[in-house]
């Protein structure tokens, strides 16, 4: 078991060692010898683990995909907003999240389905927005799939944005931004006016996670 | 003069080619010779026009900050709407403006400033946010300049998502989609009303400006 947790913790410090070189330098400028000198373990450790580069981008991309759940809210569109806030937080803190969500946005990452992400991410937003639309939160007209794809577009872009012109200090910004635009084209009035989307929404909520440790923090 | 024209064809035909070639492998695995063959021109007219790779790279997100002014209509948001609708078109179509806009996008293009395309693409959506609120287009809470970076940042990772998902094929309907979505949050009902927000709006207005050969396609 002792044995067990040091491997996990291993391959941890790898993916937080390649993370860190995906996202400074781009996936394709990236090399296994300076991710074997960032994560201080040795070559064998390394290929053990993962067999390629590419096998490593597949290791940070897969993070996102399993990230721990949010608490229940009262409505599932706060529930909707919470993932974009949580994530544009978590964005500007945590380099395995900027790395995975950049590999996405990588188009020199040939080889690898960088499809797989954004499906990733469209799908649980449109479980949310399905649920939504059956607790009748949603405007009539709204179409779960296509809104999920919007929502999921254009976080995207904006993160890239705000990365160029701030260094994503003011991502929480922009997002609750997006959202204030979007969300009265989704959400019936009287849910809308229950929402919660300041900038600081994702910081909050992450602090009363930090307090329910089952929750939170565990590694994949 | 016949000289001059013979050499803003060649500049125009290295960068086509430098275009293509960013576009295909993205900036950091493109090389100069790739895109000496692609522009089947010597080394020294390469040379003569672009000093280094980064220089090419500046030479192509360029074009996009110059592309040619689009038809009036009767209101500003339409205007607004016409650039997206017609960018959406642009990128499917050509190759220079996707380099362009790939090059702002790519992590990897490190020593360029990513920011001044998205800064340049900002304040012209914020210039046709501004008229159009000083002709009462606007609801009272809009504020062009949050406007204008949301609009741009999203439609940024929405054509990166239809580049991933699709091609581009869909990034017309993609981009009407995100319009339809966040137009009611910005625009009167008398003017939203009367907006063309389909998604072969792009394809019909070139179609139109073709037939007016003074207003396009001359190149920089």
Redesign the interface.
């Known amino acids: 078991m002792a044995q067990q947790a040091r491997a996990i913790q291993t391959r941890r410090s790898i993916l937080v060692a390649a993370a860190d070189v995906f996202d400074e ?5 990236a090399t296994i010898s300076e991710i074997l000198a960032r994560a201080g373990v040795t070559k064998g450790a390394l290929y053990f683990h993962f067999a390629s580069k590419e096998d490593l981008a597949l290791g940070v991309m897969d993070i996102q995909l399993h990230s721990d759940p949010l608490p229940p809210q009262l409505t599932k569109l706060q529930e909707l907003v919470d993932q974009g806030m949580i994530l544009a937080h978590r964005l500007r803190h945590e380099p395995l999240v900027r790395a995975s969500v ?1 590999l ?5 990452v040939e080889g690898l389905d ?2 797989t992400p ?2 990733a991410w469209i799908d649980r937003l449109e479980l949310l927005l399905r649920a939504a639309k059956s607790q009748g939160e949603l405007l009539p007209h709204v179409d779960p799939g ?2 999920a ?2 929502l ?14 701030s260094n994503r200090e003011d991502l929480g910004r ?1 997002i609750s ?2 959202l ?3 969300l ?3 959400s019936t009035p009287a849910v809308l006016a229950t929402l919660d989307m300041a900038e600081d929404r994702g910081e909050r909520l992450l602090r009363t996670l930090e307090t329910v440790p089952s929750q939170v923090g565990t590694p994949n």
Do not use: C, K, N
């Open positions: 330098r781009g996936y394709s400028s950049g996405a946005m990588d188009q020199a960088r499809g954004f499906r296509e809104t794809e919007m999921a577009g254009s976080f995207s872009g904006i993160q890239v944005m705000s990365q160029v012109l922009r931004v997006l204030h635009y979007v009265p084209s989704i």
